[in-house]
């Protein structure tokens, strides 16, 4: 079975810097996708960026960008120009693409508190 | 409707008590899901709907615990004889069939049993 793991309960950042939340995964499948969904305090899960495992080249959002290391099975997600909206907790999740019922499997969640 | 709804918002339980939470995913979304998400902790997969395909139950913790999707639409989330450590927000899904692009997810009912 796959498992995501965030080793980081709690990150601060302060406003307008950059901070890297760190996730590693672990899995025996080749094809998959990853995911960083952000949960603000509205309890609105929010999709942030996504990776497909078979693409060498990180994925890009604007602010948002990955660090995807396939052969470490790691899956950073780097926060530029930190701002006050971006507090919340995020997130790592998997994707086994299936036949039937394209499971996400997450992470823990690492808090964000960012400060001004 | 624009996004996936959740009722209610919260609701809180005693102890032995059954409660129903209720998703209205996205229109045209075949796929809907459950996860539970737990005091510091993520996301725990509970069920899955597609269309008229027999539910994977696999996440369903005990006996206790069951739902239903009628139409292809609506799904409703059945907890019977609520215990304490049944509290927790529970969040609802949907997608379109067998998406990889991730899902659109709801706020979230958030179940406190005292």
């Known amino acids: 079975a796959q498992t995501v793991t965030q080793s980081q309960p709690e990150m601060s950042v302060q406003e307008a810097e950059t901070v890297t939340l760190s996730c590693t995964y672990d899995?025996?499948?080749?094809?998959?996708?990853l995911f960083w969904y952000k949960q603000p305090p509205s309890r609105q899960m929010i999709l942030v960026i996504r990776?497909?495992?078979?693409?060498?080249q990180n994925a890009t959002e604007n602010r948002f960008s990955v660090n995807f290391q396939k052969a470490a099975k790691s899956f950073s997600l780097k926060i530029s120009d930190s701002q006050l909206g971006d507090t919340a907790m995020y997130f790592c999740?998997?994707?086994?693409?299936?036949?039937?019922?394209?499971?996400?499997?997450f992470g823990a969640g690492t808090i964000l508190r960012v400060k001004s | 409707g624009a996004g996936v709804s959740q009722s209610p918002s919260n609701k809180v339980t005693e102890k032995g008590k059954d409660v129903e939470l209720r998703c209205d995913p996205i229109?045209?979304?075949?796929?809907l899901y459950w996860y539970r998400q737990s005091l510091g902790q993520g996301l725990e997969f509970l069920i899955y709907?597609?269309?008229?395909?027999?539910?994977?139950k696999s996440g369903l913790p005990s006996d206790r615990f069951s739902a239903e999707r009628t139409g292809g639409s609506v799904s409703t989330l059945t907890i019977q004889r609520t215990q304490q450590e049944d509290s927790a927000v529970y969040l609802c899904?949907?997608?379109?069939?067998?998406?990889?692009?991730?899902?659109?997810f709801g706020s979230g009912t958030r179940l406190t049993v005292v």
């Open positions: 899904a949907s997608s379109l069939r067998d998406s990889n692009y991730g899902y659109t």
């Open positions: 899995t025996s499948e080749n094809n998959y996708y």
């Open positions: 990776q497909e495992a078979y693409k060498q």
């Open positions: 999740a998997f994707m086994k693409p299936r036949e039937y019922g394209n499971k996400l499997v």
């Open positions: 229109s045209g979304h075949t796929a």
């Open positions: 709907f597609q269309g008229n395909s027999a539910p994977d």
